[in-house]
């Protein structure tokens, strides 16, 4: 991978962050293929192997129903969040151009009138693939560290 490609990746994950810090729900699901993957799973299930997910969805359409969700059926406190996004570490790239990156992540979340605390921490085990529309991801596997998530997962991570 040439130094042009990577600083693409890089710009990638950080306009993937930038879009869910500013609650740009239109924008989520434009940074994934149509047929696309993109699940949140505990640490512990991904190490065993095991396939259940807090999250999972299947194509670009099952991420705009999450957004449907977010903005007209889900209630909650409203709060703000903040994602602070590694360096991507490219394992592989395909003969066909496909990248095979991960990048570790920490969220804090900041309720109204209250002080900013850590909501969640992990990786991003990622296949991203070069469209005429720039980088897209085809995968994204969420894999956060803690086994408990405070009180419900609403906005992606």
């Known amino acids: 991978m040439d130094a ?12 993937y962050a930038s879009a869910l810090d500013a609650a740009d729900w239109d924008a989520w699901p434009e940074f994934f293929l149509d ?3 993109y699940k949140l799973q505990p640490r512990e299930n991904h190490e065993r192997g095991f396939p259940l997910a807090t999250l999972s969805f299947e194509s670009k359409g099952m991420l705009k129903d999450r957004v449907y969700g977010i903005r ?3 209630f909650h406190d409203p709060y703000y969040q903040r994602h602070v996004v590694g360096a991507p570490l490219v394992h592989q790239v395909d003969a066909d151009g496909r990248i095979h990156a991960e990048a570790n992540y ?15 921490v992990g990786r991003s085990i990622d296949e991203v693939v070069r469209t005429p529309q720039g980088l897209k991801f085809a995968s994204r596997l969420v894999v956060y560290d803690s086994e408990m998530i405070p009180n ?6």
Do not use: G, H, K, M
């Not at 042009?4 to 306009?15: M, S």
């Not at 920490?106 to 309720?111: E, K, P």
């Not at 419900?152 to 991570?157: Q, R, T, V």
């Open 4 to 15: 042009q490609d990577y600083f693409e990746l890089t710009q990638l994950y950080a306009r």
């Open 106 to 120: 920490a969220v804090f979340r900041t309720r109204l009138s209250r002080e900013s605390t850590v909501f969640n």
């Open 152 to 157: 419900s997962l609403i906005y992606p991570i």
């Open 72 to 74: 007209e059926t889900l």
């Open 35 to 37: 047929a696309c993957i």
